[in-house]
């Protein structure tokens, strides 16, 4: 039956799934699953990976699942609309995407679909899908793109298992011609990590390396490389690109690591930190970081059954846990490969794209702290009520402060009312009259530090 949830529904839904972990900093703004989808052979898989898009005041978001490519209008976070599903040739295990311009390009493994482009320029009202070839490969496992030099760099591939392919799409978006497919050492790349055509291959049990294409890219450099403990999954850079965060999926349990890179020129990466959080009990299996991405100074952990954990990574070796949203509350101990495959965090109203792998589309909106590098604020004890509101909405405080403020504010951010009160208001109406049914943020700051973020929801 086909789902698209609601956002009062979503936010009623997230109140009684008492398995649940409880968010930090997040909120479930909407989300989209069909449960008469495909599943993929052999786990219990609808979905797997995530992308996203900005373009002509319009978000996108793009998820893959086990037979199509799904496309949804975001821009309206609250009803997910799908505007596009395109066919594969088999049902798989693993899509995945990357942009350029106004394209998508996708790729999936374990079959022989090869290189799907999609053309976003008409959209919402019209995608089209203006290539749809094997003729340089039949699978990859996972794709990266460099926007700024327009090379495709493909991992695991079955043309170039033991090292990587390179096609080139700087001159026509549609029609990619091939630059380079080499053998490297470490062999077969997972996935990788590239910026002005330096590669970051995370080469499963073989390590960590790094590659200089820009040079020759049919005679690659390498540049440094270095073991790891565990099967090298993915990683991105820092935006300084002093560090690099990696995930080991294999064995569970393994950390987000932080190797410093500010002497790779010398051919040296260094350890220097890890972060793993745990949530689940009860079972002999361990927590698994599956893909991170960095936006700013936050880091986005898809952690399989944990959901969404977000990190602040302004002191790059001492990740802090600031935020976390579980998009798979069916698990009260760690099983396998269940829950949130990636996230995709670069939209410009700041909402999070996830794709839980049994879940479906989670669009997320994380509010950070007021200062993640300060201790903890106390927290403003406060309560709405009614919620959901109508045309009003009371702010109640357990304790009178010594003066307070309140804003209020939709889910791009944008404040639409703020308001002060003296000290010893313990009490507040907030004017709800006039806003479209949906998902808004209340803040309430004290002038002694203490924070709350609370959420209400208008039904009128």
């Given at each position: 039956?086909?789902?698209?949830?609601?956002?009062?529904?979503?936010?009623?839904?997230?109140?009684?799934?008492?398995?649940?972990?409880?968010?930090?900093?997040?909120?479930?703004?909407?989300?989209?699953?069909?449960?008469?989808?495909?599943?993929?052979?052999?786990?219990?898989?609808?979905?797997?990976?995530?992308?996203?898009?900005?373009?002509?005041?319009?978000?996108?978001?793009?998820?893959?699942?086990?037979?199509?490519?799904?496309?949804?209008?975001?821009?309206?976070?609250?009803?997910?609309?799908?505007?596009?599903?395109?066919?594969?040739?088999?049902?798989?295990?693993?899509?995945?995407?990357?942009?350029?311009?106004?394209?998508?390009?996708?790729?999936?493994?374990?079959?022989?679909?090869?290189?799907?482009?999609?053309?976003?320029?008409?959209?919402?009202?019209?995608?089209?899908?203006?290539?749809?070839?094997?003729?340089?490969?039949?699978?990859?496992?996972?794709?990266?793109?460099?926007?700024?030099?327009?090379?495709?760099?493909?991992?695991?591939?079955?043309?170039?298992?033991?090292?990587?392919?390179?096609?080139?799409?700087?001159?026509?978006?549609?029609?990619?011609?091939?630059?380079?497919?080499?053998?490297?050492?470490?062999?077969?790349?997972h996935d990788s990590y590239v910026r002005n055509d330096t590669l970051y291959a995370s080469s499963g049990f073989e390590g960590y390396?790094?590659?200089?294409?820009?040079?020759?890219?049919?005679?690659?450099?390498?540049?440094?490389?270095?073991?790891?403990?565990?099967?090298?999954?993915?990683?991105?850079?820092?935006?300084?690109?002093?560090?690099?965060?990696?995930?080991?999926?294999?064995?569970?349990?393994?950390?987000?690591?932080?190797?410093?890179?500010?002497?790779?020129?010398?051919?040296?990466?260094?350890?220097?930190?890890?972060?793993?959080?745990?949530?689940?009990?009860?079972?002999?299996?361990?927590?698994?970081?599956?893909?991170?991405?960095?936006?700013?100074?936050?880091?986005?952990?898809?952690?399989?059954?944990?959901?969404?954990?977000?990190?602040?990574?302004?002191?790059?070796?001492?990740?802090?846990?600031?935020?976390?949203?579980?998009?798979?509350?069916?698990?009260?101990?760690?099983?396998?490969?269940?829950?949130?495959?990636?996230?995709?965090?670069?939209?410009?109203?700041?909402?999070?794209?996830?794709?839980?792998?049994?879940?479906?589309?989670?669009?997320?909106?994380?509010?950070?702290?007021?200062?993640?590098?300060?201790p903890e604020q106390p927290k403003l004890e406060a309560s709405l009520m009614p919620n959901p509101a109508g045309a009003y909405t009371?702010?109640?405080?357990?304790?009178?402060?010594?003066?307070?403020?309140?804003?209020?504010?939709?889910?791009?951010?944008?404040?639409?009312?703020?308001?002060?009160?003296?000290?010893?208001?313990?009490?507040?109406?907030?004017?709800?009259?006039?806003?479209?049914?949906?998902?808004?943020?209340?803040?309430?700051?004290?002038?002694?530090?203490?924070?709350?973020?609370?959420?209400?929801?208008?039904?009128?």
């Amino acid at each position: 039956m086909m789902k698209k949830i609601a956002l009062f529904c979503a936010f009623f839904i997230c109140l009684l799934a008492v398995k649940a972990q409880t968010p930090l900093n997040m909120t479930l703004l909407g989300r989209w699953d069909d449960d008469a989808l495909p599943l993929a052979p052999s786990l219990s898989l609808q979905y797997s990976g995530c992308w996203g898009m900005a373009l002509d005041g319009h978000e996108y978001a793009v998820l893959g699942g086990a037979l199509h490519v799904l496309f949804f209008d975001i821009t309206n976070p609250t009803q997910p609309e799908l505007i596009g599903k395109f066919e594969g040739k088999q049902t798989t295990l693993w899509r995945e995407f990357k942009s350029y311009k106004n394209r998508i390009y996708a790729v999936s493994d374990q079959t022989e679909e090869g290189l799907m482009i999609f053309d976003m320029s008409q959209a919402p009202d019209t995608i089209i899908r203006t290539y749809y070839s094997n003729e340089f490969f039949l699978r990859s496992h996972t794709i990266t793109l460099d926007t700024v030099s327009g090379r495709i760099y493909l991992n695991g591939t079955n043309a170039q298992s033991q090292g990587i392919m390179v096609l080139d799409i700087s001159q026509n978006p549609d029609q990619p011609t091939l630059l380079a497919a080499v053998d490297l050492p470490g062999g077969y790349i997972h996935d990788s990590y590239v910026r002005n055509d330096t590669l970051y291959a995370s080469s499963g049990f073989e390590g960590y390396f790094v590659f200089d294409f820009k040079t020759n890219p049919q005679q690659p450099k390498l540049i440094a490389q270095t073991s790891t403990s565990g099967y090298n999954h993915n990683s991105w850079l820092n935006t300084a690109g002093t560090h690099a965060y990696y995930t080991e999926e294999i064995p569970d349990g393994k950390p987000v690591r932080v190797v410093d890179l500010q002497k790779m020129n010398i051919g040296v990466i260094e350890p220097v930190g890890a972060v793993l959080d745990s949530f689940l009990t009860g079972s002999e299996r361990k927590p698994i970081p599956h893909n991170v991405y960095i936006k700013d100074n936050f880091l986005f952990n898809s952690q399989y059954e944990d959901g969404l954990l977000v990190y602040d990574i302004s002191n790059p070796v001492d990740p802090i846990l600031v935020g976390h949203y579980d998009t798979h509350p069916q698990n009260t101990v760690y099983n396998t490969y269940y829950g949130n495959w990636g996230n995709y965090p670069w939209l410009p109203s700041g909402n999070i794209i996830c794709g839980d792998m049994q879940n479906g589309l989670h669009i997320l909106r994380f509010m950070p702290p007021v200062s993640v590098n300060m201790p903890e604020q106390p927290k403003l004890e406060a309560s709405l009520m009614p919620n959901p509101a109508g045309a009003y909405t009371r702010v109640l405080l357990q304790d009178a402060p010594s003066g307070w403020q309140l804003q209020l504010m939709n889910y791009s951010g944008q404040i639409l009312a703020t308001q002060q009160f003296e000290a010893g208001i313990k009490e507040a109406r907030l004017n709800l009259q006039g806003l479209p049914t949906g998902l808004y943020f209340v803040e309430l700051r004290a002038e002694n530090g203490s924070v709350n973020r609370l959420t209400v929801i208008s039904q009128q």
